[in-house]
Each structure stands twice: as structure tokens, then as C-alpha cells.
């Protein structure tokens, strides 16, 4: 038996030590994460591990929910030490899950503990975290980490006053335009005065748009994010669009699935044209206890895996776009039945990739799942690895986790004589960090 997260966790083979150790230490490009930029500036510290814990993390509000645990201990008033000591009560029966692997993962690498936590463990992991933590800040976290690269997501009236490079990370925004989809014209004011420009017609609003896009360019911008349920089934043409507009808050549901159709395709070829890579993440259904929703709100461990994309509008939008039009699309879906049609509808069109196991499939059956489709229906060596999609600031040992998951599966393929050693060491290096790095042209 080996003992208790030992070096070679996860590692079942000499091949996957080996390839593991040429990937351990790599830089961190984290290209989507939900980081709250302004901590970073301010190099935020915690008042112990509770707080950098549990303060906003919903996977792990979700794991207590589900093991019986009080809300009080969980978004409720009671104190963090408590929060902590709840936490770690129902730790051991998620064995199995990724919040298992990730916490103690943290434990290692943050706090040099290396003790399994649970009720009895608590008490003692809590006091000689809080040591250690009183010495780190969020900068010194990132540092801890060897983070190269950070991408928030921000909304495009966002101010972006925070992005900039700090130490040895470089924060840069990430173009979320979700507010659009509703078409409501209070937000649409926002967008104008953000812009400066008054928006009257649909031109007006392509132009705001156009000066967003370039406002954050200027800010180091690299990367959109669109996170919705489907595509589109509709593409207005552009004196539909013009008619549409006119009637925004009064529109029918068809006539704002048409117009979003058309949005698409125009910020499509606006992010084209400025080199942004689009990351498109769908089939999720948002906020499905209402009663919860109503009292704590969003992104509080009420939204789940939704139905499965509509396929022919998926490739009906790809369609759209020419190959001098399509900007790189990286397509994500919470539904994992949709992994290999959707990989299989990658090689149909040249610069789309399948992203990374998202969500509640970045486990560890999800993530070996999502690399042997991509391998075997699409291209595994044009991966783009691992993201942290994360609020917490050391839960940059999702990558770790990632790394030695994706040594194990290749080094399995050069145990079996079905692939050379030297191919896989640049194969697991590129996939780890040189993939995104090219792609983001840092």
C-alpha cells in the first residue's frame, strides 16, 4: 500500500513518473478563471484557510449540502474556523471526487501538510494552516505556483483598471458579452456610456462594441468567453437585424434568437480581426433551486449539467464564419455525450478545438474521458490543456491534478509499445503549457 498522497499519486507506472517530472514545474497559463482581479492589486491577504476556502468556492458549498451540512456553516453567518471544521467533517465522503484530490493537493503544496483531513485532523491542519497562511498573500500564491498567466472574465462596461502585470503574472481581461443576450435596453444604455456613444440604432451598437473590443485589446485582452444554454438556431440577415433592434423590449422569442444569431456572427469576425481567441461554453442549466436562488443568489452550487447542444446549429453557426473569418473557437459542454460529435465537428472546421474537461467533468474519470475522445475523434496534440475556472486563489492545484491524469493516459500508451517515449515527452510538455502559449502568442 502506498502511503498517503505520496509523490507518485495518481502515477501507476515508471513511464508516467517520468513523463510527470518533465511537466511538474511548467509555467501556469490559467486562460479562463473567475479571479477577482482587484485582490491581486491590492495583494490581499486571509484571515485563515476558512475564508481562502470557503469564502466563494460553490463546488465545495455543493459537497456540503449534500452530506446534510447546516447553510449556516456554509453561506451563513457562522464564523470561517466553523465553516472549516464542517468542511473538513464531510471531507472524507467525497473519496473519489476532485474536491478529495484538490483539497489535499492544497494541504501539500500551500501549507506543506501532508495529513489526510477529517473531524479528528481538523483542529490541528486548521492551526498549522493559519501559521503558513499568515506569511502568503494573493501574489505570493500566484508566485507560489509559477502563475505566468491569468485571464478574469469581465464584462464589457467593466473599467479593466486592475489588469496589468504584477511580479511575474500577467492579468489580462477576458471579453464576456453574456448581459447581451437579453437585449434590455438599460444595459444597452451601460454599454453606450462605457463607449461614449449614444446608441440609437444597430449601428450605434456595433460600433460601442467595436470600441469595447479595442478598449480591452488595449488592456491586454486575448481571449472571449460566451457562456450560454444553445447556439442560436437563427441568423437574422442585416436588414432583419436593423428591424430588430428598433423593437428591442418588445421583441418575440424568435425575433431575439434570430438577433443573437447575428450578434454572433458579427463579434465573430470582430474578434477575427483583432487575433481573440473565443471560448464558447454551453449546455448548463443555471440556478435551478429557485427557492436557494432567491436567497443567496447566483454561482452558489445551483447550476448543473444541462441537455445536450443542438448539433445542427452548432455546425450551422460554424458555417457561417469562412476560414478567413473564424477566429480560434474552443468549444466546451457540461454534457459529456457530446464530446466526441462535437470532436468529430471540429476537424470540419479549420481553428476549432474541444476544450478541457469544464465543470463538473473535470473529475478524474471526466478528464481521462475528455483526453481519450479528443485523441481518439479529433487531434490530442493541439490541445490546449488545463484551466482553473476557479474563484479560489489556490486552487492552482487543479493543474497538478490535470498534469499527472495526462501523464498516466499517455504513459500508457508507451507501455503498451504504441507510442515512443520522445514523442510523448513533447507531447505532455505542449498539451501542459506550449500549446496555449503559442496560441496566445506569449
Known sequence: ??????????????????????????????????????????????????????????????????????????????????????????????????????????????????????KDTAKEIYDEANKKLASLSVRKLLKLFNVEFVATTDDPVDDLSYHKKY?????????????????????????????????????????????????????????????????PSRFASEDEAKDFFKKIGKLTNDEKDALLGYLFIFLFKEYKKRNIIVQLHFSVTRNINSEMYKKIGVDAGFDVIGKECNLDNCMKFLDKLSDDERPTIILYTLNPNQIAPLSCISGAFRNVLIGAAWWFNDTLLGIRRNLELVSEYACIGTNLGMLTDSRSFSSYSRFDFFRRILANFVAEKVDNGEYTLDDAITLVKNISYYNIKGRLGI
Open 167 to 231: 511580479d511575474d503574472t500577467l492579468v489580462t481581461p477576458t471579453f464576456r458579452p453574456d448581459k447581451l443576450y437579453n437585449f434590455d435596453t438599460d444595459y444597452i444604455n451601460k454599454l453606450g456610456l462605457a463607449a461614449n456613444i449614444k446608441i440609437n440604432t444597430l449601428e450605434d451598437y456595433k460600433n460601442a462594441l467595436r470600441s469595447r473590443l479595442d478598449f480591452f485589446v488595449s488592456k491586454g485582452c486575448k481571449i472571449s468567453d460566451h457562456g450560454f444554454g444553445d447556439f
Open 1 to 118: 500500500m502506498k502511503n498517503f498522497f505520496s509523490e507518485d499519486v495518481l502515477l501507476k507506472s515508471d513511464t508516467a513518473v517520468r513523463l510527470y517530472k518533465e511537466i511538474k514545474d511548467l509555467p501556469i497559463i490559467d486562460y479562463h478563471c473567475h479571479l477577482d482581479q482587484k485582490k491581486i492589486a491590492n495583494d490581499d491577504k486571509f484571515s485563515d484557510i476558512g475564508e481562502l476556502w470557503l469564502s466563494g468556492d460553490h463546488y465545495k458549498w455543493r459537497a456540503m449540502r449534500m452530506c446534510g451540512v447546516d447553510e449556516k456553516y456554509i453561506t451563513g453567518d457562522s464564523t470561517y474556523e466553523e465553516k472549516f471544521m464542517h468542511y473538513a467533517e464531510i471531507l472524507p465522503n467525497l473519496m473519489g471526487g476532485p474536491l478529495y484530490y484538490w483539497t489535499h493537493m492544497e494541504l501539500k503544496q500551500v501549507f506543506g501538510i501532508n495529513k489526510p483531513l477529517n
